[in-house]
């Protein structure tokens, strides 16, 4: 069973709301706002960790595609899904755009010269040359890490 939408006496369309109505709307959005900015940090926080986990990948010759690693996390959210009777299809997609967001970035980091082998040009390393990711610039994603 998923979140059911509960029958609304009159119109949703806001055109006949009182006061009192229009303040707990606010109230409820104010709300909703704070939850999306917990979950924007909190997706940006996995992506930190992802490029970390790019960046080991690449040092250590890891294949960046885990399918075992994919499926235990789609797993996971699914258990989550069917006991918050929540949609297990909305959680699978939601992990489909993080991990094609993932392999996108990790094959960034994972290709990308790192600074300190990169080319040297009498001795000294050319920071013009220097292509590699840095984590102020580009968020990780590896969910299948």
Not at 3 to 13: A, H, I, M, T
Not at 32 to 56: K, P
Not at 65 to 94: C, K, N, T, W
Request: net charge negative; charged share 30%.
């Amino acid at each position: 069973m998923y979140f059911s939408v509960e029958q609304r006496n009159g119109d949703d369309s806001g055109e006949h709301s009182d006061a009192s109505a229009q303040h707990a709307l606010e109230g409820l959005r104010a709300e909703l706002d704070a939850v999306d900015a917990t979950l924007l940090e909190a997706v940006r926080q996995r992506l930190e960790v992802c490029l970390r986990i790019g960046e080991l990948k690449r040092r250590e010759h890891i294949a960046m595609m885990q399918p075992g690693r994919i499926h235990i996390v789609h797993e996971r959210a699914r258990q989550y899904a069917d006991s918050h009777s929540l949609s297990p299809e909305f959680f699978d997609a939601l992990y489909d755009l993080l991990i094609a967001e993932t392999c996108r970035l990790e094959d960034l980091v994972i290709n990308t010269e790192p600074a300190d082998e990169g080319p040297h040009h009498n001795g000294h390393h050319d920071h013009r040359d220097n292509h590699h990711v840095r984590h102020s610039s580009v968020p990780s994603a590896n969910v299948e890490s």
